[in-house]
């Protein structure tokens, strides 16, 4: 695995991410592409974490297991889709037990304004 890499828009969309659950009754998860940031995120935080991005980019990588999953970076995934931005940067990686690159859900919901 590459320490870092790049998505495009297309893949960003269709990254599966598994806090964003569907209200339409049947629970499924949603995608990046489909879900909306006032339905998940404190907009304050997120219009600030957009601003930041749109002015410095995005510092660190949104991390992705198996190339499908979005485990962490959903604000900055979401600021991604919204400002149109042509390459992400992206960690991919496949073992989700490794607590070097995988991140628990308590790690990955600290609230910080990771750029």
């Known amino acids: 695995m590459a ?4 998505i495009n828009q297309h893949q960003l969309r269709s990254l ?4 964003f659950v569907s209200d339409d009754g049947n ?25 930041d991005i749109a002015k410095n980019g995005i510092q660190r990588p949104i991390k992705v297991l198996h190339g499908r999953y979005l485990n962490e970076g959903h604000h900055r995934a979401m600021a991604a889709k919204e ?33």
Do not use: V
């Open 3 to 6: 320490a870092h890499e790049h």
């Open 16 to 19: 599966l991410a598994l806090d």
């Open 27 to 51: 629970g499924r998860e949603l995608t990046i592409g489909e879900a909306k940031p006032e339905d998940w995120f404190d907009m304050d935080h997120y219009n600030a974490l957009k601003d």
């Open 83 to 115: 400002l149109g931005l042509s390459r992400i940067p992206a960690q991919n990686f496949s073992d989700a037990t490794d607590p070097d690159t995988y991140d628990t859900h308590e790690q990955s919901t600290s609230w910080k304004l990771y750029k």
